[in-house]
């Protein structure tokens, strides 16, 4: 009866995994739109941590169909891995399907995405070095080879041939790249992960997704990364190579925008970011080092560790607007448990004058500075609270200004990573 999307507001790593498995329970159907092994979404059951890469973070349902969209990048190797990894913790994954339009990662993307990064003049992006940018560059080329392709032995070889021609060149010549790439390995290779994935794949995927549309079943459309992160809209060129914004999800997934019911913004309570690029409110030293080891705020694909910063209103009305958001579902509020004072960020301040519209030039964005309004913390653990009446009055007080800066409801509270630890508001 609903088609709703799932963004992250802020740089990724808001916690949509874990807000996807929980509304996963009342959906007919998950749809994963953009990324790659890029993202790395948690999923907490009891005492079983499960990261997922690529799958839908409604795998857990077995009723539940679960899509790769057409707007995702899939490396095949990780694809299997992480299918393997699920069957063996006893989930049967017999509920995945895998866009046949999906763009397929191959190994001379990653060694273009290291080899880029190592000669990047102007600044290291810090990417995840999985091959994302350049399999979308591809992409966007029309040079990429799709997840059909691979079943059309002659197409496929000629496509790689042409595009192996034209990467070697790349890495040896331009890069000095060390690595080389042996054609008819990585032809054998694919043509057998091809076989495994075979029983998964939706030659259709947009009409499996639109007849469940026309039958009015519950859609959910998991975007990964974040609007910070998206390639038009965030902190560019310190973005990923996609939109994961609510936009993303109707070309990512095939579906129309007149389809969509709510978008769904997951917000932490406080900021974080890995990789390179501005961050306004990041909190250097101490605090910072803090928040990270009790939010273990550590990548779930790189295990990088995370910049943490303050809450950013400037960064959330920004993603409320190019999302169109309808609710917020709030992440980690338990993180801030414990804390004196909370600084909110309401706006910055740009030569002289107070500002609230995300600067997305980062240039100007490096002249802004954060101004902050500063919130009474609570003592109290929030980590076992079911209801909202019974948050600490403080954290209601930050809760609903939070929301009123954003201008949208909020409709979730999460208190702690288990599939339990969230209140309906
Ligand atoms: P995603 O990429 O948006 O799905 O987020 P990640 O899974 O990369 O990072 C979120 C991290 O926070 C994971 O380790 C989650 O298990 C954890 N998490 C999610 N919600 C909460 C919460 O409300 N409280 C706490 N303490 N941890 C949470
Ligand atoms: P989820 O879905 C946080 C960041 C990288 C880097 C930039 C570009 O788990 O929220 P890429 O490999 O995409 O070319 O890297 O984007 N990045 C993420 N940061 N969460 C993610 O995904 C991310 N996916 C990419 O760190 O700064
Ligand atoms: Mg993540």
New binding site residues.
Partial sequence: MTVSIIV?TQ????G?GKITDYLTQDMDMVVRYQ?GN????TVVIKDKIFKLHLIPSGIFYNNVLCVIGNGVVVDPAVLIQEIETLKSQGFSVSNLRISAQAHVIFPYHRYL?QAQEKKREAGR??????G??PCYVDKYNRRGIRIADLYNEKVFREKLDWNIKEKSFLLDKFYAFDKKIDIDKIYVDYLGYALAIKQYVALESTALINEAIEKKKNILLEG???AM?DVDHGTFP????SNPIAGGACTGAGVGPTAIDEVIGVVKAYVT?????PFPTEIEGKLGDELREKGGEY????GRPRRCGWFDAVVMKHAARINGLTQLAITKLDVLDGLDKIELCVAYEYKGKQITDFPTDIHRLAECKPIYEEHAGWSEDTTKIKEYNDLPENAKKYLARLSELAGVKISLISVGAERGQIIEV
């Fill in positions: 992250g740089w990724g790593d808001e949509k990324g890029n993202a790395g979404h995405d992006i810090g990417t995840t070095s999985r994302i940018g990964a990364q974040g992160l310190f973005v990923t190579s970011r890995v990789g390179s690029g990548g779930a694909t790189t």
